[in-house]
């Protein structure tokens, strides 16, 4: 039997992550609310369970299928958010993580550093969470790194194929939110699988590694960006005052800092295939172009 990867969450980092991994001969098995939408995963041999992460204990059957199924994976990784302040997975699957000795990773997020309007955080710089959010993180880091061969990526934006401007600027729905300084760290998808099958073929325990491609930039920016190149106009501006946000996307606008990695390429040895958010968008729009002929 070759080497085997259970993922918590199939979603749009989990299954990508999965696909390029299975390439390089992997055995896949992970975790959906819905199993029914990774069918075409499981005609391909990926072994798929249920998992509705809520705060209802697992049923029985399906909490001894997935420890069973993690028990005999060389790769764990959890890429599901916190569910009302807490880590899901952490909270429903504690002692039998704590018991696993393989490589675990967990996907965390950016907001567990402070708020810095000049100079670059990097791994090395102590967290610091100004918001609830941010302190569930990295409490939630905490938990994973209790384990023997855990590592930790802090996430910032992710875009990709299908997870882009694009859609929302051509059915109107972009917005353009001007907050005066504001910064938001950004990295491709494809980097971001790249950076997670380096780190767990060339495990160190312990280790933090920001996903963010070093180049920081306005949200306004990528929109115009993405509107030149639909050659379409970009949405007029609104005030960050203005903005009709969920509470959640607010919380995004209440921080600002400039992210880079100090392991990716100096540890890692990997160059971004998409350095920044646009040769990132090119790529995106070239390959929805293409799909669409």
């Given at each position: 039997?070759?080497?085997q ?20 001969g ?5 975790t ?14 990926w ?8 705060e ?24 599901i ?9 952490m ?9 696993y ?8 997020v950016t907001p ?22 941010g ?14 061969q855990?590592?930790i ?35 491709h ?14 495990p ?7 996903l ?25 501006p ?10 959640m996307g ?12 100090v ?9 971004l295939?998409?350095p ?7 790529a ?6 293409d799909?669409?002929?």
């Amino acid at each position: 039997m070759g080497k085997q990867i259970f993922i918590f969450g199939l979603g749009y980092i989990g299954d990508a992550f999965a696909a390029m991994m299975a390439k390089a001969g992997y055995e896949i098995a992970g975790t959906v609310r819905t199993p029914q939408k990774l069918s075409h995963r499981a005609a391909e041999g990926w072994k798929i369970y249920p998992y509705q992460h809520t705060e209802q204990p697992v049923p029985q059957g399906e909490y001894d299928a997935i420890c069973a199924a993690v028990g005999r994976a060389d790769i764990v990784l959890s890429t599901i958010a916190l569910k009302g302040g807490r880590d899901p997975v952490m909270a429903d699957f504690q002692d039998m993580l704590l018991a696993y000795t393989g490589w675990a990773g967990y996907l965390s997020v950016t907001p567990v550093y402070a708020s810095q309007s000049d100079g670059w955080l990097d791994e090395h710089t102590p967290p610091a969470p100004l918001t609830d959010r941010g302190r569930a993180r990295l409490a939630a880091e905490q938990a994973w790194l209790r384990l023997p061969q855990a590592e930790i990526f802090r996430l910032g934006g992710i875009y990709g194929p299908h997870r882009n401007p694009f859609a929302a600027l051509k059915e109107g729905t972009a917005q353009i939110i001007e907050k005066p300084g504001q910064l938001f760290n950004r990295m491709h998808q494809h980097d971001m699988c790249r950076v997670l099958a380096s780190a767990c073929t060339s495990p160190r325990a312990g280790r933090i590694i920001n996903l963010v491609d070093g180049v920081p930039a306005a949200q306004g920016d990528m929109i115009r960006y993405a509107a030149a190149l639909l050659g379409i106009t970009p949405p007029k501006p609104v005030a960050f005052e203005d903005a009709k946000l969920s509470e959640m996307g607010k919380s995004f606008y209440q921080t600002s800092r400039s992210i880079r990695s100090v392991i990716i390429r100096p540890e890692l040895g990997l160059e971004l295939a998409y350095p920044d958010y646009r040769c990132g968008l090119d790529a995106c729009i070239k390959a929805e172009t293409d799909g669409h002929k």
